[in-house]
């Protein structure tokens, strides 16, 4: 326990002094910002585009276009900017060769690979919460009048599929040496789960669900009770994962 | 576009333009500071930072920051 501590303090140091959480946290206040003025002006620009005769009309836009585009970046470049980030949890640490005095003074592996999962969670946490106020504020200040159901959750769900995601990284960073390789494989993974999206049978258990019904979430066109079957598997494939990166991680040759 | 317009963004307009600034300062002083980089040029890094808008910066912190 002292040695995970110890462990996710000098993570959270690594974080800070390697520009890692400045830049997300950045990207992500960017974004948040972003989100409201893009719905905003987005029929302004658009209109602008169209040349003389043509009349294009747009709906005044919405609260909904806010949280679009909020859900869009956040999982389309958030994620991407994220996994990008921490491609090289382990294989720096590693190539280095800076795990391997710890190690051996008696640091157990499996602190290392949880608190590293935590640092990269509490780091996703912080950045969504930031994006998410911002936006949150900002729709408010725009859209007053304008009603969103089932808000918070589906930003729980997008949360969710982040933690997933970052656990598949953590097992595939295990798997691999180098950070591409750490990258290949997390690709796979979110690959699989968007070939598995074809078949509608599955969108019930596919845990990339958490990740496109967030917009049916607040428009009220998908039922919050749906999804609770793809939270449990997410929570459990999670699980799995990072056990199995722990398991891989003790066996490894360092 | 005239200055009521602009005025209504200026809630937006503002902390999007600290952000950008408070990003690009970092990122200079960290290249001025620290002459080893995994590729590229001082001159090359200083212009990247100070001139493509948040990528810019985010680009020289993940990929061109040497190790120190």
């Not at chain 1, 993570?11 to 910002?33: D, H, N, Q, S």
């Not at chain 1, 789960?193 to 990740?211: D, E, V």
């Not at chain 2, 600290?18 to 690009?24: A, D, H």
């Not at chain 2, 200079?28 to 200083?46: A, E, Q, S």
Request: glycine fraction near 6%; proline fraction near 3%.
């Amino acid at each position: 326990m002292t040695g995970y501590l110890a462990f996710l303090k000098k993570e959270v140091i690594e974080y800070i002094r390697t520009y890692k959480l400045f830049i997300m946290l950045i990207v992500f206040a960017v974004f948040g910002i972003t989100n409201p003025l893009m719905a905003k002006l987005m029929p302004e620009i658009l209109e602008s585009l169209a040349t003389d005769g043509v009349i294009i009309t747009f709906p005044e836009p919405t609260a909904y276009d806010a949280w679009t585009q909020f859900f869009k970046n956040a999982t389309q470049i958030g994620l991407v900017v994220i996994v990008i980030l921490f491609s090289g949890i382990l294989s720096s640490e590693l190539s280095k060769g800076t795990l391997i005095n710890l190690l051996t003074k008696g640091l157990s592996r499996t602190a290392v690979i949880l608190s590293k999962f935590t640092c990269m969670v509490m780091a996703w946490t912080v950045s969504i919460a930031l994006c998410f106020g911002l936006t949150y504020g900002y729709t408010m200040y725009l859209f007053p009048e304008d009603q969103t159901s089932n808000l918070l959750f589906s930003v729980l769900c997008l949360w969710l599929f982040g933690l997933f995601l970052l656990a598949a990284l953590l097992f595939s960073a295990s798997l691999t040496k180098s950070n591409y390789g750490c990258l290949l494989i997390t690709g796979v993974v979110v690959l699989v789960c968007m070939l598995m999206n074809i078949i509608p049978a599955l969108h019930k258990y596919n845990p990339i669900s958490l990740s496109t019904d967030n917009i049916g979430l607040i428009v009220n066109s998908i039922d919050v009770t749906s999804l609770y079957s793809v939270i449990l598997i997410s929570c459990l494939l999670s699980l799995i994962f990072v056990s199995l990166s722990v398991l891989i991680f003790r066996k490894k040759q360092l | 576009m005239d200055l009521a317009v602009l005025k209504e963004y200026f809630p937006f307009l503002i902390p999007l333009i600290i952000l950008q600034i408070v990003l690009s300062i970092t990122a200079l002083i960290h290249v001025l500071r620290h002459p080893r980089y995994r590729f590229g040029n001082k001159v090359m890094w200083v212009l990247v930072v100070l001139f493509i808008q948040f990528i810019g910066p985010a680009l020289y912190f993940a990929l061109g920051r040497g190790e120190e």
